[in-house]
Each structure stands twice: as C-alpha cells, then as structure tokens.
C-alpha cells in the first residue's frame, strides 16, 4: 500500500468519524427539546436549505441599525 493510498484511507476514515461525531451531538441536543421544539427547528432548517433566512448582520443592515 502506497503511502499515499494509506494518507487517503485516514482522511476519510476521519471524516467519517466527524460526521458521526456531529450526528451524535445533534442527537444529544435534539432529545433535550420539547416535540413543538423539534418541529420549530425543523421549519427553520428547511427555511434556511430554501434561502428564506436572513442573518442577524443582513437584518440590522436592511433595519439600518
């Protein structure tokens, strides 16, 4: 196995490890959430794939505060 091949089998074992990591912790902060939580949150997270959101620094240019 060239080292090379090696570099790229740890990298992506590592970025398979992180993507769990991530779920695990999603998973931790969504169980602590009421069920009219969760479904807020998840309207939101739609709304942002959709564009619909607007940041915090956008807002308070756009109400020029």
């Given amino acids: 196995m060239s080292e ?3 570099q790229k089998q740890i990298l992506e074992r590592l970025h398979s490890m992180e993507r769990s990591i991530h ?6 902060e969504d169980s602590k959430l ?4 969760r479904q807020l949150l998840q309207e939101s ?3 942002e ?4 959101l607007i940041s915090h ?3 308070k ?3 020029e505060l």
């Fill in 45 to 47: 997270i739609q709304q």
């Fill in 57 to 59: 620094k956008d807002l």
């Fill in 23 to 28: 779920q695990i912790f999603e998973y931790i």
């Fill in 49 to 52: 794939r959709e564009g619909k």
């Fill in 4 to 6: 090379t091949t090696f």
């Fill in 34 to 37: 009421t069920a009219e939580e």
């Fill in 61 to 63: 240019k756009k109400l």
